[in-house]
């Protein structure tokens, strides 16, 4: 049979009805019959392999040479991760671009995730053959954030401040995805996120100093609780418990460790009255036999 160009060009010659054949030629036509699928594509594609930092951006390059000299040809990206083949579509974080005239093909990844890790394979052709590039090896490692959270423990009095720091590895080029979250973990067994809204708790973020931080100030008993820090998806502080003191339990009991004292002075000052009256009639009895 004819290219689908040639069928197009003399549709009476198969005996058939005129508007058959125009879909024939339409189907051809938007289905890249148009051309030659006998041609052979070469397709070069570099680099063989990326190793980047969740965060980073990679991209990957695809040229082909063809024995057909048509402009009409197709082109796909594919990913092969733990041996499921998926199909690679353009989104706002993943970038598919083309160049017709240069017959180069990019897929350009930003703000990479350990997900996007696999084999990544550009292919040319029609819809009915597809030549594949080599393929690019592209693993992705996590960010190791190294949080530590300090200090572990926060024994204070209502109406003092208290402030807990989270240290993490610096980023030069923090993304969204490495806010810091804070979450406190109270009395009733509730963990929650806390929001930098109340003029009680503030927080602060220093990427470059890799610093983060929450202060309490003008503590109550309801801060009492279990704090922690998450920073993006795999730093995750060890903690801080957090124990607030009544106040007014506090001077109580100063208080009445300050009664016992005195008790303690007035019984042993008795005692000591009493020692000595006994033996002054001691002296006077031994005084008056003599």
């Known amino acids: 049979m004819g290219s689908a160009g040639g069928l197009c060009s003399s549709p009476r010659a198969w005996g058939c009805g005129w508007n058959v054949i125009r879909l024939l030629c339409f189907a051809f036509i938007n289905w890249g019959a148009a051309e030659n699928t006998a041609a052979v594509i070469v397709v070069n594609q570099t680099p063989p392999s990326i190793c ?3 965060g980073s951006e990679f991209t990957i390059e695809c040229t082909f040479n063809t024995s057909n ?3 009409r040809w197709f082109a796909e990206w594919n ?3 733990n041996n499921v083949t998926a199909k690679v579509n353009g989104t706002d974080r993943i970038i598919l671009s083309a160049d017709p005239e240069k017959r180069s093909l990019s897929l350009t990844v930003k703000k990479a995730d350990v997900t996007d890790s ?3 394979v550009c292919g040319v052709g029609s819809k009915d053959v597809i030549y594949p590039g080599t393929g690019t090896q592209v693993t992705i490692d996590a ?7 300090s200090p572990a423990f926060v024994n204070e009095e209502e109406g003092k401040q208290l402030t807990i720091d989270c240290r993490f590895r610096a980023l030069e080029k923090p993304s969204t995805k490495y806010s810091v979250k804070w979450y406190k973990n109270g009395t009733d067994g509730h963990e929650k996120e806390l929001k930098n809204k109340t003029g009680s708790l503030t927080t602060t973020l220093d990427f470059s100093a890799g610093l983060a931080s929450l202060t ?3 503590t109550s008993m309801s801060d009492s609780g279990f704090y922690r820090c998450d920073f993006g998806k795999n730093g995750r ?3 801080t418990r957090v124990t607030i003191r009544d106040k007014r339990r506090n001077a109580s009991r100063v208080l009445f460790i300050i009664r016992m004292v005195l008790g303690a002075l007035v019984i042993i000052l008795a005692v000591i009255i009493i020692t000595e009256c006994v033996m002054s009639e001691k002296r006077a009895a031994v005084s008056r036999t003599i």
Not at 143 to 149: F, N
């Open 118 to 120: 696999g084999t990544y």
């Open 237 to 239: 502080g060890n903690g």
């Open 79 to 81: 990913k092969i991760r």
């Open 69 to 71: 000299n048509s402009t």
């Open 216 to 218: 309490l100030t003008n």
């Open 143 to 149: 960010v190791d954030l190294l949080v530590t959270q």
């Open 52 to 54: 980047a930092m969740e």
